[in-house]
């Protein structure tokens, strides 16, 4: 059941009333405000607002920031990843090259394993070897 107090509303005028509610009790509520303390009200909840709707938008441009980053790293990391294959490939065919070329140098020069060690030896520092 509802009860309306008909003192407060004889003297509240529609621009004075800023919100009606149930008590309780379920008794009908009136709340009063003056013009200017309402207008104070709307004018910070427009400020919340626009703030609310700025910080929103910085919020999805540095989402995007971000996601334009996370695409240009995945670029680059997939480029990379071809680089490294096409280099293990060129070492892996090297290495087969150099196999195949110790097979029938070595046989044929016997000083070349000789003339390595002592290029090796001057190179840390020592005298070398001295061939014959």
């Known amino acids: 059941m509802f009860f309306l107090r008909m003192d407060l509303c004889a003297r509240a005028d529609s621009s ?11 008794r ?7 013009p200017s303390t309402t207008a104070n ?11 609310a709707q700025r910080s929103r938008q910085k919020q999805m441009a540095r989402a995007d920031e971000l996601h334009q980053e996370y695409e240009q790293l995945e670029r680059e990391n997939s480029v990379l990843r071809k680089e490294i ?7 892996s065919r090297l290495t087969q090259v150099l196999r195949k070329h110790e097979m029938t140098c070595v046989p044929r020069c016997p ?5 390595l060690a002592a290029e090796s030896t001057v190179a840390r520092g020592g005298a070398g070897i001295e061939s014959n």
């Open 16 to 26: 004075t009333c800023s919100s009606i509610s149930l008590d309780s009790q379920d």
């Open 28 to 34: 009908l509520c009136l709340w009063y405000s003056s």
């Open 41 to 51: 009200k709307l004018q910070r909840r427009e400020k919340n607002r626009a703030a």
């Open 85 to 91: 294959q096409t280099l293990q490939q060129e070492l």
């Open 111 to 115: 000083n070349f394993l000789h003339g």
